[in-house]
């Protein structure tokens, strides 16, 4: 027997297929420090730091009072000539108060704090050169540890400087963290950072953003967060 028209059809969800993690927040700041978003007990918080003008790397913060134990997450300085560095750090929130601490020689720091996460929630990742454009932003393709949608995948963008215009996100991604200050102005223009993310996560290819800057150099950072 068919369904009356306009009746309402419910699809069941596929057996065995977790909830993906979600984003509860996210910051920016044109500096080496800033306010963590509101984070309970067990939130996964991701440092995303962008430094210019130099492919030294940036230094984490030591744990110390409501300063976390930082993790390494993804770190590699640019390719000789191209003049910028983006690191990535995590840590599992033990309070609901912690603090970023500074990292030292950033410009920007990005802050994400994601719920539901696995207890070890890293999947497939990876950092790199994104290459010389004044027109885009490349963040890497990975590979993925799970591939049944049920990750959330983070597509993390950095350009070195005189960007004066950022597209929408590309088909496919949402943009989660426009390059705007938390409680301020837009970063544009000048060296910016954003966040976006990939719709569907059964893959992970390169996901390429289009800016316009007078300047070549950018990073990309892709991220899977594995659910709980």
């Given amino acids: 027997m068919f369904a009356a028209p306009n009746a309402l059809l ?6 065995g297929i977790k909830a993906k993690p ?3 927040g996210t910051a920016a700041y044109l500096t080496s420090n800033g306010t963590i ?8 918080i991701i ?18 009072g409501t300063i976390p134990t930082w993790n390494d997450l993804d770190a590699a300085a640019s390719v000789a000539g191209t003049s910028n560095s983006l690191d990535s750090f995590y840590t599992i929130a033990t309070a609901t108060n912690h603090t970023t601490g500074t990292f030292s020689g950033a ?9 539901g996460q696995a207890a070890s929630p890293l999947g497939g990742h990876s ?5 010389t454009s004044t027109t885009q932003v490349v963040s890497p393709s990975i590979t993925l540890s799970v591939n049944d949608g049920s990750s959330l995948l983070l597509y993390i963008g950095a350009h070195r400087t005189s960007v004066s215009a950022i597209a929408a996100a590309p088909s496919g991604w949402t ?6 200050v938390t409680g301020g102005s837009s970063m544009l223009p000048g060296q910016m950072m954003f966040l976006n993310t990939k719709d569907d996560s059964t893959s992970a290819g390169a ?3 289009l800016v316009t800057a007078s300047n070549s150099s950018m990073r990309g950072n892709t991220i899977e967060i594995l659910a709980a």
């Avoid at 978003?37 to 996964?44: L, N, R």
């Fill in 10 to 15: 419910t699809i069941p969800k596929p057996s």
């Fill in 22 to 24: 979600v984003i509860t």
């Fill in 37 to 44: 978003p509101a984070h309970a007990v067990g939130d996964m």
């Fill in 47 to 64: 440092v995303a730091a962008y430094r210019i003008a130099t492919v030294q790397l940036i230094g984490k913060p030591s744990a110390s």
């Fill in 107 to 115: 410009g920007i720091i990005l802050i994400i704090v994601i719920r």
């Fill in 127 to 131: 950092e790199a050169d994104g290459g």
């Fill in 175 to 180: 943009r989660v963290q426009d390059p705007t």
């Fill in 207 to 209: 996901m390429t953003q």
